[in-house]
């Protein structure tokens, strides 16, 4: 939605600006006599056609849908903001400077009433969160330069897809659809105090992918479907992208690769360590990170593949007193893969059915405590996640109706997982854990 130069709107803004009430037509005339010059106020505040000339635009989405699970022992649902691509609404303006030259800014808020990836069995979660607020610059023949809390240059390197199917469940960022509920034994019944979500990497993100930072961006111009990204956060982080998006004789194709470093002990780093601000640790943090996707999708037949990869390492876990007479594994990796058909079956829009595969295989996390007491625990003494694997399959159906800007979907997931717990010197595997499954069923609408 553009807002432009419309005298009806300039009237009506200066009706309730200058609160204009029911008037006789003897009053009309002195009431209005300026009603020019107020339009041409009202036009400069407004930024539609005054000094300023910025193109404003507001936009948004909304993503609801119901989410059921069941954790082998109790069954529930859910009314959720699905946070594969939760609810949100943004500004977007751009002035143009010159031939070459534009400035632009963007704010983005999201909204979360009941956040699908953190609430559990025993409580939910909702909220605003501040997605994206930043300003830049665009040079048509040197690139973009943003400022402020922008993604970066490793935000969705591993989850290049063009069948749009991330809208409703994203092949290889699984913990949005259920991964905030807790473990639960197998052998007891009982729940542990750790989420599904601390399994993959703390964060819940996979290896290798990035997330929004404040700090500087710098992104290149477009040349023959190929870009480079880099982006710096104080204290300090940086990573760097390749991305690829063109079409390849009947294919689209689109692919991502991207690397990063971070020495940031705080917990807004855009990929946080899993050892952080550690006494016996020669710095705040110190991990790095190598992601990278592929998505392509062959157009006369509708057949799509998207696959993904990443790698994860921790330099400071060693010294983590939970660690401390073992020698725990530093480096987590994934692999995740998508494969599905997508046709105009309907004049609606495209239908998309897909399925999923999930695999990884976490490295320790000196970030997370795993109390005695807790259900999972095994070694009679507070411990910390030694190793763990998560593994996730699902199918799912997208229904496009493309002229009301909406998305329909329903999938379903089934996850297993299995942990190695650390302490007191000791390593042992965890409780048996219960499976989890996940159906969900909602829209997305755009505005």
Not at 52 to 80: E, F, S
Not at 200 to 208: A, E, V, Y
Not at 329 to 344: D, H, L, V, Y
Request: net charge negative; hydrophobic share 40%; aromatic share 10%.
């Amino acid at each position: 939605m553009k807002l432009g130069g419309s005298v009806f709107a300039h009237v009506l803004a200066g009706c309730i600006l200058f609160r204009c009430e029911a008037a006789t037509a003897a009053d009309l005339a002195g009431c209005c006599a300026d009603i020019e010059e107020r339009i041409a106020e009202l036009e400069t505040a407004t930024g539609g056609k005054g000094g300023r000339n910025v193109d404003l635009t507001v936009y948004g989405q909304i993503n609801q849908a119901i989410m059921g699970w069941d954790d082998g022992y109790k069954r529930n649902a859910y009314l959720v903001t699905n946070d594969a691509s939760r609810t949100r609404f943004g500004f977007r303006g751009q002035s143009k400077l010159d031939s070459d030259l534009s400035a632009s800014f963007l704010i983005e808020i999201g909204v979360r009433s009941l956040n699908s990836k953190r609430s559990d069995q025993l409580t939910t979660r909702s909220g605003l969160d501040i997605r994206r607020a930043w300003w830049g610059v665009t040079s048509k023949t040197l690139g973009t330069i943003q400022f402020g809390r922008a993604i970066t240059a490793l935000e969705e390197i591993t989850e290049a897809n063009l069948a749009g199917t991330n809208r409703a469940g994203k092949y290889s960022d699984v913990e949005d659809s259920g991964l905030g509920l807790l473990l639960r034994s197998k052998s007891t019944s009982s729940l542990s105090g750790v989420a599904w979500r601390r399994l993959l990497k703390h964060t819940g993100n996979q290896p290798g992918e990035g997330d929004v930072q404040s700090g500087i961006r710098y992104i290149t111009p477009t040349f023959a479907g190929f870009f480079m990204s880099i982006a710096w956060g104080a204290d300090d982080l940086w990573d760097a992208s390749l991305e690829y998006e063109g079409q390849v004789s009947d294919f689209k194709v689109a692919a991502r690769v991207g690397y990063g470093a971070s020495t940031d002990g705080g917990e807004d780093a855009s990929f946080e360590c899993v050892a952080t601000n550690l006494p016996a640790a020669p710095n705040d943090a110190d991990c790095a990170t190598l992601g990278g996707s592929l998505s392509v999708l062959h157009e006369p037949s509708g057949l799509y593949a998207n696959m993904a990869g990443g790698w994860f390492k921790d330099r400071n876990v060693k010294y983590a007193p939970s660690f401390a007479d073992v020698s725990p594994t530093t480096t987590s990796t994934f692999w995740a893969f998508e494969t599905g058909i997508q046709r105009n079956w309907l004049d609606l829009g495209a239908t998309t059915i897909f399925g999923q595969l999930y695999r990884m295989e976490g490295g320790a996390n000196a970030r997370l405590t795993v109390e005695a007491d807790d259900a999972i625990n095994l070694i009679g003494a507070d411990a910390g996640f030694y190793a763990s694997k998560v593994e996730m399959w699902g199918i799912g159906l997208t229904q496009d109706i493309s002229g009301a800007e909406t998305k329909l979907y329903a999938l379903y997931r089934h996850y297993d997982a299995s942990v190695t717990l650390a302490g007191s010197g000791q390593i042992e595997a965890s409780e048996p854990l219960e499976d989890l499954h996940i159906v969900m069923g909602g829209a997305l609408i755009r505005f």
